[in-house]
Structures are given as C-alpha cells and as structure tokens.
C-alpha cells in the first residue's frame, strides 16, 4: 500500500488534515529545542516531511537521518533532500533503510527521535519503542506524533462523519491508503493508552498537545539516565 501511495503519499497526509499537516509538524518540531549539532532520528520517515519541517524552524546546524523500509517513500525523501541541501548546506541530510523495530544504529546515538503517524502501523509497536530508547542519550528527547480523535462527542461524530465522507471519495478514486489512515484515525484508543506503553520501554512524558482540533495528538518524551539501554 504504501508502495503504491508514495509519490502522493504527502498530498494525502494534506487531504486527511485539510492543509494543516506542515504547520503541525513544524509547530511540533519546535518542541524538541534542539540545540547546534543535534543529531536527530526520524524512524519510520516515510517521504521525510519531518526533515523539511527542521528545516524550516532551525536555523542551526544539525544532522538529520530518516530511516524507512520502503524504498520508494525514501525516493521522495531524497528529491527534498537536494533542496535542503541547497538550503540547509551546514546541516547533514541523509538516508537509511531499515526497520523500527531494529535499529542499525549503536545505543546513545541520538539527541531526539521522532515517529509521525507510524506506531500502529509496526508489526511489534513495543520493541519499536524499546529501539527508540536505546538509540537516544539520556536527557534525548522522543518525539511522538499520532492520529487521534476528539475528546468532545460532538467533535467526534463531526470527525466520523467526516471521515465517512473522504473514505467514501478514497475509495472511488481508488485511494487505498487515505481509507486506512481514517480507519486508524478511528481506532484511537486514547492518550493514556500512549502514555503507558511508552512509559513501560522506559521514556518519561515532558508534554502533550494537541493539534487540528483534536485530529493529532503530538508528545515529547524524555529519556532519562534510569531508562534501559
């Protein structure tokens, strides 16, 4: 599915967040406070919008590297890329295949890691986390963003029926993974749930917002000098 979906995979994040995705990306990034030379981890990156994010909010020096088993989602990131090269020439842009789930990088490597709208995509969710913890430093920040749904049920069965109508357009245009993205939007099993399972692979919550009216949830985890290597 995501195969197929890459070359329009950021024009659908686009349609299920009405435009709003890259503002939240940015104004979630700003979170990490990263400092000169950070090295940053986006895991399960997909066309690497994250990176384009850091790079409009930082004006400092970092290295960014994008990890995701999908070579054609790491196509597209790469055309970005020779533009943030060019725009970005004092920060290091760079790509790697690999799983979440086991990571090719020794442990303490990284200042911050973050993970947008992939956790419950993952064959193994919890050693994906376990991964994240051990590849950043202590005092690293781990950066979660995810679909969700409203708090209020107001909001909710406005959002449902919403996402009744673009799964309905999804599947006559023959957009199979817009109608995935609405069906995980509506298996948010809630902040909490979140909270616990990435309190258990040793991570410590710093903050949570939210974003688009509730459609996005985005958290800033910490790791700490007792979480597990």
Partial sequence: MFTKIAPRYD???SILTLGGDKRLRRRAVRTLRLQPGAEVLDVAAGTAEIGSALAAVYDVPI?????DLNEQMLEVAERKFERLRRERPRSEWRLASGSAESLAFESSSFDAVVMCFALDDMD?????????????RD???FLLIELAMPDSPLLRNVLKFRLWLIRGVAKVVGMDSVAHMTREVEMDRGAEHTVVRCERAGLVLDSAGRHLGG?????VFRKTAA???
């Fill in 139 to 141: 005092g690293g920040r």
């Fill in 63 to 67: 290295s960014y590297c994008a990890v």
């Fill in 124 to 136: 193994d969710p919890s050693a994906a986390l376990a991964e994240t913890t051990r590849v950043l």
């Fill in 215 to 219: 459609l996005v949830r985005a958290y």
């Fill in 227 to 229: 979480s597990p290597a």
């Fill in 11 to 13: 024009l659908v994040n």
